[in-house]
């Protein structure tokens, strides 16, 4: 029987690109990429990472302790069986230039099978230690983390947000 997780792997790159669209030059949303996709495992809703430029991503955990680090083989113990997958976030001590120090992916298990679904990059990978070690785009983590329990991310536009706190008050 299938399932979200078999819908992913049959929609590919092409539906990554649905969920995430490319922003040339709009700032980085790859936490926002990573919580689309969650919300897709866990309840097939395509709902792809708003595109306006103005946009800011804000992670909220749902656990006052926030990100652990964990090992690979701690991620893949994370998700034992087909239809279980982790929000987790690569981080590099020394990003290169316009990069900032951390990156979102998930891992899932689908059919036994691990995969990274980094939908930033567009990229459903079953080389998971490869991922890792060269990291999105060419640079690598030094380490990894995730959050207990509970991933999500907000979005809101500052720009809708008058400055003024009167507006809308006085005629």
């Keep these: 029987m299938s399932d979200h997780y078999d819908d992913l792997l049959a929609g590919g790159t092409t539906l990554l ?18 919580d689309v996709v969650h919300d897709f495992l866990n309840n097939g809703s395509v709902t792809p990472v708003p ?9 909220r955990n749902r656990v ?9 083989p701690q991620l893949r ?7 279980t997958h982790v929000v987790v976030r690569g981080v590099r ?7 900032t120090p951390h990156h979102y992916f998930v891992l899932a298990n689908i059919r036994g099978q691990f995969y990274v679904i980094d939908a930033y990059m567009h990229q ?11 990291g999105p785009p060419g640079e690598r983590f ?30």
């Design 17 to 34: 690109q649905r969920l995430s669209p490319p922003m040339a030059g709009q700032g980085d949303h790859c936490p926002e990429a990573a």
């Design 51 to 59: 595109t306006s430029g103005s946009t800011e991503f804000l992670i």
């Design 64 to 72: 006052l302790r926030g990100f652990r680090r964990v090992t690979l």
């Design 77 to 83: 113990r994370m998700v034992p069986r087909h239809g």
């Design 93 to 99: 001590s020394h990003p290169p230039s316009g990069l």
């Design 124 to 134: 459903l990978r079953v080389d998971v230690a490869g991922y890792i070690a060269e």
């Design 142 to 171: 030094d380490y990894l983390e995730v959050i207990r329990r509970g991933y999500d991310v907000e979005t809101h536009d500052p720009l809708a947000e008058s400055s003024d706190p009167l507006a809308g008050v006085l005629p």
